[in-house]
């Protein structure tokens, strides 16, 4: 790596394009896998006994047309040193403290497949030793993975992070030639969708973690201009408990099953392949949740939209984490 000039990602240009375009397909992908990556630094933080303030900031920008021309997320966590910020662009690195992680990154998800993905990525990130700056894109005439790493001085510093120690800002700049499924709902409907995003429930549900969305509307013929700031939480359905971590065993692996029963529907429409029903069994590992509701061969049945749950299992994530570092 060098410093303050644009250079190639030591990585399989194929092979990354492949995965970016496999695993980010709309903005609430890219958005999950950014606002986790956050949630998990955050964690680390907490189980060093450190009592971060836990913001997460979701800043969207929908054009007139109705797609999302660039979005960014902040978090105060810990930062990117400047030694790890080649392990934390480059496809497939691990750093120790990253074999810590959730198991989310193991499907080839991540930063760089965001920026990849969707054209351009901009991160600044500091600590108390460092402030860094990267550019990540995909170069189409090179057909390549591209990037320029840069050292900052303290008066170049993002004015956002200027009080604070460490922390980081992502920002994507979408690219319609590069990405063409940056189409978004409105605000209305969009903060729906961030709340109820299976993926982000656990972050979206966790009292030490404050997420902020920040919409702004461009005006356009139809559309008045307009911006929105709103707090996102996430309240799980009520209802009760008539399985309360059941354990059972499959292939010698404990898994722990935890199920509630709703006296009215929990929804309107069964829980198949939705990324937002709240009716379902969440399947947990590492403390993600890996898999959209589901309710096995009763997805489809009337009575899955009174039912939902928890799958939860430390030895999953054991077997899988594996697979993201080999």
């Given amino acids: 790596m060098q410093w303050g000039i644009e250079q190639d990602l030591p990585t399989h240009p194929r092979i990354m394009r492949r995965s970016a375009l496999l695993n980010i397909r709309s903005i609430l992908d890219g958005l999950v896998e950014l606002i986790t990556n956050s949630d998990a630094s955050y964690t680390r933080l907490e189980k060093e006994g450190k009592s971060p303030s836990g913001l997460i900031v979701v800043e969207i920008m929908r054009d007139s047309h109705g797609q999302c021309s660039q979005f960014a997320v902040i978090?105060?966590?810990?930062?990117i040193e400047k030694e790890r910020l080649e392990q934390v662009i480059t496809f497939g690195g691990v750093t120790e403290t990253q074999l810590d992680r959730s198991v989310r990154a193991l499907f080839g998800q991540g930063l760089k497949e965001v920026c990849i993905a969707m054209g351009?990525?901009?991160i600044f990130s500091s600590t108390p030793r460092s402030n860094i700056k990267a550019e990540v894109w995909w170069d189409e005439e090179r057909e390549k993975p591209r990037w320029k790493p840069v050292i900052l001085p303290n008066d170049e510093k993002p004015e956002i992070l200027k009080n604070t120690s460490s922390g980081t800002i992502v920002r994507i700049y979408i690219d319609h030639k590069v990405f063409d499924k940056s189409m978004i709902a409105s605000y209305g409907t969009f903060k729906e969708q961030l709340s109820q995003h299976y993926s982000l429930r656990l972050v979206n549900s966790n009292p030490?973690?404050?997420?902020r969305l920040k919409f702004v509307q461009a005006?356009?013929?139809r559309i008045k201009g307009i911006s929105y700031e709103i707090p996102i939480t996430y309240a799980w359905p009520?209802?009760?408990?008539?399985l309360d971590s059941k354990v059972f065993q499959v292939q010698g692996d404990k898994f722990s099953l935890t199920l509630y029963l709703s006296e009215e529907p929990i929804e309107d429409k069964m829980p198949y392949r939705d990324p937002f029903t709240n009716s379902g069994i969440l399947l947990i590992a590492g403390g993600n949740i890996l898999e959209m509701p589901t309710l096995f061969k009763w997805s489809q049945e009337e009575v899955s939209r009174y039912f939902?749950?928890?799958i939860e299992s430390d030895a999953l994530a054991e077997r899988i984490r594996p697979l993201s570092i080999s």
């Fill in 238 to 242: 009520t209802a009760e408990i008539v």
């Fill in 219 to 221: 005006p356009g013929r």
């Fill in 120 to 122: 351009k990525g901009e």
């Fill in 208 to 211: 030490k973690r404050q997420i």
């Fill in 75 to 79: 978090d105060y966590a810990e930062g």
């Fill in 308 to 310: 939902w749950g928890k």
